[in-house]
T-cell receptor, first 109, second 113 residues
Framework: GEDVEQSLFLSVREGDSSVINCTYT??????LYWYKQEPGAGLQLLTY?????DMKQDQRLTVLLNKKDKHLSLRIADTQTGDSAIYFC?????????FGTGTRLQVFP | DTEVTQTPKHLVMGMTNKKSLKCEQH?????MYWYKQKAKKPPELMFV???????INESVPSRFSPECPNSSLLNLHLHALQPEDSALYLC????????????FGDGTRLSIL
């Protein structure tokens, strides 16, 4: 079955870049997503990439997709304290989202 | 600000109570979802409605009963819940079910006494 994995924790200094990684197993995935969840809140859709793309940039966010290795990453430039949250990657093939385990990003001054 | 609105934000209920969670979206989406999320875990899919018809039930116990009165509204009726049902319940919507990004509400934090 499908499986999506992420590292559990990442700590970065304010102003540095953060890179959150994700691996998935379903080669038929069509879209891959990044969601952000702040404490006590729902999931905020940050960005997504179609599987025939290898990179997408949106302001401070850069998504890289290596389809051969089934590896997805999210780079946050100039990380701010407001970026502290849990980040979930997710894959979809048809009508379901399969979420990763989530990466807790902690930003320190 | 989220475009998917969930009420109430918090709910405490006893195991014999009956309550309902509500979700509303006005983005013209035709697919709506219920998820359950336990602390420090990813959301788990419960139900999917497509064009107001239930299309997926992920083997959810019958004490959870979904309802989609129209394309903008989604309810989750709760009855005789167990303490392990305490969780954050998230609603989401998308244009259609296939390959479309899902937009989430802020959830209802449910506590069962």
């Amino acid at each position: 079955g499908e499986d999506v994995e992420q590292s559990l924790f990442l700590s970065v200094r304010e102003g540095d870049s953060s890179v959150i990684n994700c691996t998935y197993t379903d080669s038929s995935s069509t879209y891959l997503y990044w969601y952000k969840q702040e404490p006590g809140a729902g999931l905020q859709l940050l960005t997504y990439i179609f599987s025939n793309m290898d990179m997408k940039q949106d302001q401070r966010l850069t998504v890289l997709l290596n389809k051969k290795d089934k590896h997805l990453s999210l780079r946050i430039a100039d990380t701010q304290t407001g970026d502290s949250a849990i980040y979930f990657c997710a894959e979809s093939s048809t009508d379901k989202l399969i979420f990763g385990t989530g990466t807790r990003l902690q930003v320190f001054p | 600000d989220t475009e998917v609105t969930q009420t109430p934000k918090h709910l405490v209920m006893g195991m014999t109570n009956k309550k309902s969670l509500k979700c509303e979206q006005h983005m013209g989406h035709r697919a709506m979802y219920w998820y359950k999320q336990k602390a420090k875990k990813p959301p788990e899919l419960m139900f999917v409605y497509s064009y107001e018809k239930l299309s997926i039930n992920e083997s959810v116990p019958s004490r959870f009963s979904p309802e989609c009165p129209n394309s903008s509204l989604l309810n989750l009726h709760l009855h005789a819940l167990q303490p392990e049902d305490s969780a954050l319940y998230l609603c989401a919507s998308s244009q259609v079910t296939d390959y479309q990004p899902q937009h989430f509400g802020d959830g209802t934090r449910l506590s069962i006494l």
